[in-house]
């Protein structure tokens, strides 16, 4: 099949108005006409009955998959608390599941963050951690630059002692296709303040990771 053999006038129109300004955000119509052209382009029939609205569901799992585009990282870590009753150790949460897809192929990278800060100040609520680490997931990323980016956030925003951030994942790039390489997770990390000078502390995270 030639392509875009299947495709009709409408989407080849709105394909068209894509070409000559891709400095614009698309609209949802311009996307849906875009899973049609890769439907057709796979040698699919974007009119049968099973895809027929196929382009407004990969559309609207796009919004879900892609919602850190809309979001501020910055707003969530916004209310902090100053009553921490003296309290001067490590906050951790671990095992934060962590959703992406890689800049390159758009595949899922699949893993977990641990997310660590010694208040000096101030703290922030624990789910707010995890919201953090959802927001920069929630986009095209590389691990080295989602890791750095809740890393150096976390460290503007509260103005901590110190944060450590460490994510293992799964690249699908990796695991279903290319190499095929099955099991293997990539790990990263991005200490700042205390966490990169004492090394005393950063045993203890390890520790605490587990």
Not at 70 to 93: H, K, P, Q, S, W
Not at 199 to 205: K, Q
Request: proline share 3%; charged share 30%.
């Amino acid at each position: 099949m030639a392509d875009g053999a299947l495709m009709t006038d409408k989407d080849k129109a709105l394909a068209g108005e894509l070409a000559k300004d891709l400095t614009r955000r698309p609209g949802r119509e311009e996307a849906e006409a875009a899973v049609r052209t890769l439907l057709a382009y796979i040698g699919e029939n974007p009119d049968r009955e099973g895809l027929i609205d196929t382009p407004k569901r990969f559309v609207k799992a796009w919004d879900d998959w892609f919602e850190g585009y809309n979001l501020d990282a910055e707003d969530v870590l916004a209310r902090t608390f100053e009553e921490v009753e003296g309290y001067d150790d490590i906050v951790l949460m671990k095992n934060i599941r962590i959703e992406s897809h890689c800049e390159h192929h758009v595949a899922p990278i699949i893993g977990k963050a641990h997310i660590a800060y010694l208040p000096d100040t101030r703290v922030v609520g624990i789910s707010k951690l995890a919201r953090l680490a959802d927001i920069y997931s929630k986009r095209l990323q590389s691990q080295e630059i989602l890791t750095n980016q809740i890393a150096q956030t976390l460290d503007r925003v509260l103005q901590p002692k110190g944060v450590a951030v460490l994510i293992d994942a799964e690249h699908q790039c990796i695991s279903t296709r290319g190499i095929h390489k099955t099991g293997v997770s990539c790990v990263t990390r991005c200490f700042t303040g205390a966490f990169k000078t004492d090394p005393a502390l950063e045993d203890r995270f390890f520790r605490l990771v587990g």
